[in-house]
């Protein structure tokens, strides 16, 4: 149980084109879902949480107008990178958090790279 | 501010021996952590956890202990086997929140 998935798992795109990831929490409700970004070599930073029906929460820093999240149901959470840029590139995960427990899953990730 | 740290940034350990993954944490209103798995282009996925209200917890070859005096909190592998080669990540949660602090990570290399 517990199995989140992201699509695409990885993209190529030209600079100044939207890209949208999707992750769906496939066995589950996931009334709260989280975006996070991994630089190589890095920790996974998180860029914001999703609740379903609601506005996301994005951290410090995190442009919510370039990073646009929506969460239209309990199982499915939306991440479009707006214009991207070649500086967007990098890994995108997201998890997915059950109520009542503190324990987050996580989906496989999706490489983006912007030419 | 980092506020949950990995000061050992690789680990190489020879399998069937133990390996010790440390993290320590700066904020004491932490009281819910994690420890996760990382391979190259993939999400973690998690290991074990242990609230604050406890020291150990053991999962088959997995133990965290944790020293809240200390904000210290430890993974050992025993015995450690290849198949643990792997990005270790430590991750610290207000309880609630949901929110995690991840650590840098530590690369944990078991040698056969």
């Known amino acids: 149980g517990a199995v989140v998935s992201q699509h695409p798992s990885w993209v190529i795109c030209k600079s100044g084109t939207s890209v949208k990831i999707e992750c769906r929490s496939l066995?589950?409700?996931?009334?709260?879902m989280f975006w996070y970004r991994q630089f190589p070599k890095q920790s996974l930073m998180l860029m914001a949480t999703?609740?379903?029906?609601?506005?996301?929460?994005?951290e410090q820093g995190v442009e919510k107008d370039k990073f646009l999240i929506n969460h239209a149901s309990l199982t499915l959470s939306t991440l479009t990178v707006t214009s991207a840029h070649p500086e967007d590139s990098s890994f995108y995960i997201c998890?997915?958090?059950?109520?009542?427990?503190?324990?987050?899953?996580f989906g496989p990730g999706t490489r983006l790279t912007v030419l | 501010d980092q506020q949950v740290k990995q000061n050992s940034p690789s680990l190489s350990v020879q399998e069937g021996r133990i390996s010790i993954l440390n993290c320590d944490y700066t904020?004491?209103?932490?009281?819910?952590f994690l420890w996760y798995k990382k391979y190259p282009a993939e999400g973690p996925t998690f290991l074990i956890s242990?609230?604050?209200?406890?020291d150990k917890n053991e999962d088959g070859r997995f133990t965290v202990f944790l020293n809240k005096s200390a904000k210290h909190l430890s993974l050992h592998i025993v015995p450690s086997q290849p198949g643990d080669s792997a990005v270790y990540f430590c991750?610290?949660?207000?309880?609630?929140?949901?929110?995690?602090?991840f650590g840098t990570g530590t690369r944990l290399k078991v040698l056969a």
């Open positions: 904020n004491s209103m932490f009281d819910y």
């Open positions: 991750a610290a949660v207000f309880s609630g929140t949901y929110k995690y602090i």
């Open positions: 242990i609230s604050s209200i406890k």
């Open positions: 998890s997915a958090g059950q109520q009542g427990s503190d324990t987050q899953y």
């Open positions: 999703s609740n379903e029906g609601s506005k996301a929460t994005y």
């Open positions: 066995d589950f409700q996931a009334t709260t």
